[in-house]
């Protein structure tokens, strides 16, 4: 996956476009096979054709793209995939990652997403936009303090695709109360300094989020 992508605010055009044409991928727009013309895509999205160029070759770096023989840039087939197949490789990495975070987090990291979470819960008023940032905050937190540069790199990668999630998916408010409640659970076990806990919790809230999305395939 490209690295120099932003996982979360601050997106520039490059990544916008990026996420616009990811976007019409996943939902099945741009098949496996469909020939990505650069003019063209630069009309539709209303923007020059520069940050499209760059936005297809991030596309290609990521697998998402390829050139055939004569230089045409193309849908990878399978590419519709691609979100729901991100997930399932969090799925893979990230309770081990919170176990490993549970031994290594510090005091001053577990209360700022305790302070967040307390801003975050459901009923409060714009409890919804800030459950969303404890989202990004607890898995990059665990990333960021699993203690293998490695595994942190590859969850940031993944999680550089979760605002194009937000963007694809239905977002339902039952569906971010039950997420809170599933945080709050990971963050309880990292408090606590607890494993097994904190895996088994990160990997019941990464499964029921698969098992949660909506008819698309969309995570």
Not at 94 to 105: C, G, N, Q
Not at 139 to 149: E, K, P
Not at 151 to 164: D, G, S
Request: proline share 3%.
């Amino acid at each position: 996956m490209a690295v120099n992508r932003k996982s979360r605010g601050g997106a520039s055009l490059v990544d916008g476009v990026y996420d616009r044409i990811l976007l019409r991928i996943v939902r099945g727009e741009l098949g496996g096979g469909a020939e990505l013309k650069s003019t063209r895509l630069a009309r539709e999205l209303g923007v020059s054709r520069t940050p499209v160029v760059q936005a297809l070759q991030r596309l290609e770096a990521d697998g998402i793209v390829v050139h055939e023989v004569n230089r045409r840039a193309v849908v990878r087939p399978g590419a519709e995939n691609w979100l729901m197949e991100v997930h399932q490789l969090r799925e893979l990495l990230e309770p081990e990652a919170a176990a490993m975070a549970a031994v290594r987090i510090g005091a001053e990291d577990v209360a700022r997403l305790r302070e967040m979470a307390a801003r975050a819960r459901p009923g409060r008023r714009g409890w919804a936009a800030v459950a969303r940032e404890l989202d990004y905050a607890l898995h990059l937190a665990i990333a960021d303090n699993c203690g293998n540069m490695a595994l942190a790199e590859a969850i940031r990668r993944c999680w550089t695709f979760k605002r194009v999630s937000y963007e694809a998916g239905r977002e339902d408010p039952a569906w971010l109360a039950r997420g809170y409640e599933q945080h709050l659970a990971i963050l309880d076990a990292l408090e606590r300094r607890d494993p097994q806990t904190a895996m088994a919790a990160a990997q019941f809230h990464l499964r029921s989020a698969a098992s949660f999305r909506p008819a698309e395939k969309i995570v």
